[in-house]
């Protein structure tokens, strides 16, 4: 099957956020001990963080990290991870179920972002939390100096202010699983003081509300129009979480872009309706700041843990998904939906980045390895600084249980410094090859330069530490090097960086 279709690099949806390709590190499990953290390990820098992690996460071109959780932040006292290690408590983790040392902080989170080069941001608690907690902590992370909780910072060997500016307004707390849920009216109204706080301290603050943390939850979308109604004009950006998983039919598994489609869309409808109601000028945005697939279903995070021998261990082994190529897939088809709506989402976090639903995943004391997740994202991030256009692939649809699914999704980003555009694009068709015909009018002297792929014969093949390269990306060869002289084809069950 051909498709033909025409770029034009006027027809652009907009230029792109690079805080688009952020990602996620909470107190859980082994994602900060034993992933970020191990000052034990050979590759230990000074600090004990791993340097073959801070590697990995530079080659995946992630842009901004959010901390210290998720669920974890709703009983994290950001008192308890300051000052020197020796004298920091240890508590219980009501979320996880775990034991908490405060061996890794809010200093050492922030260390760890400046040697990573990548933007922190960070969530408030707002569930045992209080907006004045809130305030204190970000005087302590950002005030100059000259107050009792600025000089702390300094008297912890801090004089410069962190300077965080990415603030997320506590986490999913829609969530009977939250501690400290509320409805949407009384978290609007926690959160908007938050916020007036928060904006009073750094002017430069930048919030995010949260939104859904699924559209699956029954409040969907009315906790968000409550939620935005309120906090229209204190922040920046409403929070859109959705996970997905194989529940058996890889047809609907492979349709997961639709879902967050229309879960995009109907939060900008959502988001629209409150502009109109607070008759603002201003667009609200979207931080998709949790986006991955997770085998939620397959595998209860409080099964293991609720076994007496496993509560309140330090660091255990959680949500460590081993994914496959089909998850790859899937994720390609995410990210496509992140770019096609970067006019409104500015910011997403893969949620999250190490050992827990994670693209790397480590041993204690041994080697890192890049799962199979970490290639779509990487072949995304690594050149998606410029612009998204609009296009057109005229290509068959199939059902699935969120309505008809594009057989090809597809994105294409266009670097005019650079000139050069990419087409991505997953083939969700099992046995359709579809060759693209590509029309580039306006571009003189366009040519095909370089076709990645991630292909695999078998959809479950998973990287591991035996063979760590089993599902990695290959570069495929077009001996003439032209367009006018060569088809592209997109096989059956494959991700592609096209670059021209
Ligand atoms: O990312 C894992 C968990 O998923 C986060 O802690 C929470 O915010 C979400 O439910």
Redesign the pocket.
């Given at each position: 099957t051909t498709l033909s279709f025409t770029l034009d690099p006027q027809n652009v949806i907009s230029a792109i956020d690079p805080r688009l390709f952020g990602s996620?590190i909470?107190h859980?499990g082994r994602a900060v001990y034993t992933g970020v953290y191990e000052p034990e390990h050979p590759q230990a820098d000074e600090d004990g963080f791993r340097q073959d992690v801070i590697e990995l996460v530079k080659a995946l071109h992630v842009t901004t990290v959010r901390y210290p959780?998720?669920?974890?932040?709703s009983g994290f006292n950001w008192r308890d991870s300051i000052g020197p290690k020796e004298e920091r408590p240890v508590r219980l983790d009501y979320?996880?179920i775990s034991k908490e040392t405060n061996q890794f902080g809010i200093d050492e989170f922030a260390r760890w972002c400046e040697k990573t080069g990548v933007e922190p941001m960070i969530a408030v608690n707002l569930g045992t939390g209080t907006p004045q907690e809130a305030g204190y902590f970000a005087e302590y992370c950002n005030h100059p100096g000259g107050t009792t909780l600025s000089d702390l910072r300094i008297q912890h060997g801090r004089r410069e202010p962190y300077n965080f500016h990415l603030w997320c307004l506590g986490?999913?707390m829609d969530?009977p699983?939250?501690t400290g849920q509320m409805n949407a009216k009384e978290y609007a109204i926690k959160a908007r003081e938050t916020a007036k706080i928060l904006r009073c301290i750094d002017p430069q603050a930048q919030l995010v509300a949260c939104g859904s943390?699924?559209s699956a939850m029954t409040t969907f979308p009315e906790w968000d129009r409550i939620v935005l109604e309120e906090l229209y004009d204190y922040v920046d950006f409403i929070s859109c979480?959705q996970?997905y998983e194989n529940e058996g039919s890889e047809t609907d598994f492979l349709a997961s872009f639709v879902n967050m489609d229309n879960f995009i869309e109907t939060i900008v409808s959502t988001a629209n309706y409150a502009k109109a109601v607070r008759r603002s000028n201003k667009d609200m945005m979207i931080s998709f700041d949790?986006w991955?697939v997770?085998y939620l279903r397959g595998d209860p995070w409080d099964a293991p843990m609720k076994d007496p021998a496993n509560r309140f261990r330090v660091a255990p082994p959680l949500?460590e998904d081993r994914y496959s190529f089909l998850d790859a897939l899937v994720m390609g088809g995410l990210l496509c939906s992140l770019l096609n709506h970067a006019d409104r989402v500015k910011m997403a976090s893969l949620?999250?980045l190490v050992n827990?639903?994670a693209p790397i995943f480590t041993e204690p004391g041994k080697g890192a390895l890049c799962q199979t997740l970490f290639w779509p994202f990487e072949m995304v991030a690594s050149v998606s600084d410029g612009v998204v256009l609009r296009h057109q692939l005229p290509v068959p649809t199939f059902t699935s249980k969120y309505g008809d699914a594009r057989s090809v999704q597809s994105s294409v980003v266009y670097n005019e410094a650079r000139g050069e555009i990419y087409l991505f694009a997953v083939n969700c068709d099992f046995t359709t090859s579809f060759e693209l015909d590509i029309n580039l009018p306006a571009f003189s002297d366009c040519r095909l330069k370089e076709h990645k792929v991630l292909r695999s014969d078998d959809l479950y093949a998973k990287n591991t530490f035996d063979d760590p390269n089993r599902v990695s990306p290959d570069i495929i060869d077009y001996p003439h090097g032209s367009l006018r002289e060569n088809t592209v084809t997109l096989a059956p069950l494959t991700w592609n960086r096209i670059t021209l």
């Open positions: 996620f909470e859980l959780g998720g669920n974890y932040v979320a996880w986490n999913e969530g699983w939250q943390s699924s979480h996970y949790e991955n997770w949500l949620a999250q827990v639903i």
